[in-house]
C-alpha cells in the first residue's frame, strides 16, 4: 500500500510538510507522511494513546474538519542518527478573537524507511504557563 511521494532529503523536510498539512487541513497529505507500518503512535493533547493508521486517520480528520490549524513549530531540539530522527518543538498555535496564542509541546519522531523518512510518533501536550525561553546548553531540566 503506497500513501505518498517519496521524501528523500530528510526528516526536517517531512517535518515541514507535516504542519503545512495541518495548516491546510489536508488530511490525505497529513497521513501520507506516516510510516507505512502499523506501529504508529499518536497522542493529542488531554487525549488517549492512537495506534495505527486507522485511528490515526480518524482523529486527524475530526480534527481537521472545521479547517486548518495555525501552528507553528520553534525551538526544535533534535537528536539524529542513520535511520531515526527524534525532534521536540513548541508548537505555537494561533489564537483567534484577541485571545493570548497557546503553546504546546511535541515530540515527533521518523524513521528512514525504503520510502523515505516517515513519522512514526507524534506526542502533543498542553504546556503551561507563557512560551518557554530557549535553555542555554546544559541547563538541567529535572
Same mark, same amino acid.
Given at each position: ?13 517531512? =517535518? ?23 506501529? +504508529? ?14 485511528? +490515526? ?27 531515526? /530522527?527524534?525532534?521536540?518543538? +513548541? =508548537? ?13 509541546? @511535541? ?25 518557554? @525561553? ?5 541547563? /538541567?531540566?529535572?
Amino acid at each position: 500500500m503506497k500513501r505518498g511521494k517519496q521524501l528523500n532529503g530528510s526528516a526536517a523536510e517531512v =517535518e515541514a510538510a507535516f504542519y503545512e498539512a495541518l495548516n491546510r487541513a489536508d488530511t490525505e497529505a497529513l497521513m501520507a507522511l506516516w510510516a507505512e507500518d502499523e506501529e +504508529i503512535v499518536c497522542v493529542h493533547p488531554g487525549g488517549p494513546r492512537l495506534h495505527g493508521h486507522a485511528a +490515526i486517520q480518524a482523529s486527524w480528520e475530526a480534527i481537521l474538519e472545521r479547517g486548518g490549524l495555525q501552528i507553528r513549530p520553534s525551538q526544535l531540539f533534535e537528536s539524529n542518527n542513520l535511520m531515526s /530522527s527524534v525532534h521536540t518543538v +513548541i =508548537e505555537g498555535v494561533t489564537a483567534t478573537g484577541g485571545a493570548e496564542p497557546a503553546h504546546l509541546v @511535541a515530540t515527533n519522531v521518523y524513521h528512514k524507511t525504503p520510502q523515505g523518512w516517515r513519522m512514526v510518533l507524534h506526542h502533543v501536550s498542553v504546556a503551561p504557563g507563557p512560551v518557554p @525561553a530557549t535553555h542555554p546548553a546544559g541547563a /538541567s531540566l529535572h
